[in-house]
């Protein structure tokens, strides 16, 4: 399987091609040299008139050799070692790299998120958490952010129980205040990215690395979530996964409560103390055994060209369900996730995690 990663990375590198595109690719195809060649065929039905831009054989022969220079590994979803709880989300990455415990990614995790900002209270709550998590076996999951994050890492770290979800590439240090921290869970812990080996993050990685927390866990503990905070995305990520939900509460009259409190409002666990989380949560039996992901996806890619003009004028710059579309154009999900692989690899729409799509904006 060695043998096909670096065609299997070209392919997860080459513009417009994300995570659902990927997989519904190489089912399609059955390799990835194939879908390299079909690629621009099926970039060419979605509208796209210029050549996209796929990575030589050098330039991904050099990021393995790269990564694997710093100690790490890149795992593909085609990888027995490749999280199994991740490889179960429908938008799952295609390819990961990873430093560290990679045995941790089998198994079972609870991602601790919150905020940046976070109080001396909220920071301790964390800490407490997680180290119960991590004593009753548990991987604690984070973002390695400042406030909560680090909290929940430097908790679970006294068991060396945590996987870290970075944004940026396994080699660079983001924050920068927490290169101490991310050295020392590449140490006991592990890190994990969908990111290029020296990507430095930007805004537009962190829903990436949002996902892939959701991903790993089972559920998803907020801790002083403002609205409309990175962590709140993470919750509903860990929702549409069928993951639980799990929020501590807090004072009405702090502002970093208000998304946390609101989702307990809606239903989520009501969380004080790490019983509270053991009590709900599915504990798994898992064998770290390979099931391919994509067996499901094998179908036609044969369809009338008008079905391309019903689906495409159904898209705006809201995020909508695939389920949504399909019901809207009376077309099975299978059909419309093609249009949508044209599409997005011609550069006119993105399937977003959570089974979503949405119309990019015109060039």
Known sequence: MRTELPALLRLARTENVG??????????????????????????????????????????????AAVEALGGRILTLRDPEYPPLLAEIPDSPPVISVLGNVSLLAQDGVAIVGARNASAAGMRIAESLATGLADAELVVVSGLARGIDGAAHRGALFCGRTAAAIAGGLDVVYPPDHAALQAEIAEKGVLVTEAPFGTQPQARHFPRRNRLIAGLSLGCVVIEAAVRSGSLITADLADRYSRMVFAVPGSPLDPRNTGSNGLLKKGSVLTETTEDILSFLPRRSRNTGFSEP??????????????RDTVLPLLS??????????????????????????????????????GRAVRAPDP
């Open 19 to 64: 995570p659902v595109t990927w997989r519904r690719l190489m089912a399609h195809t059955g390799s990835a040299e194939t879908a390299l060649e079909a690629v621009p065929e099926f970039a060419r039905r979605g509208g796209r008139k210029t050549s996209l831009r796929v990575p030589s054989l050098a330039e991904t022969e050099g990021e393995i």
């Open 294 to 307: 994509v067996a499901a996806w094998n179908d036609s890619w044969s369809f009338p060209d008008h079905v």
């Open 317 to 354: 710059f809201t995020p909508v369900a695939v389920d949504d579309l399909a019901r809207r154009c009376h077309f099975s999900v299978s059909v419309v996730l093609c249009v949508l692989t044209e599409l997005e690899l011609a550069g006119r729409a993105y399937i977003l995690p959570g």
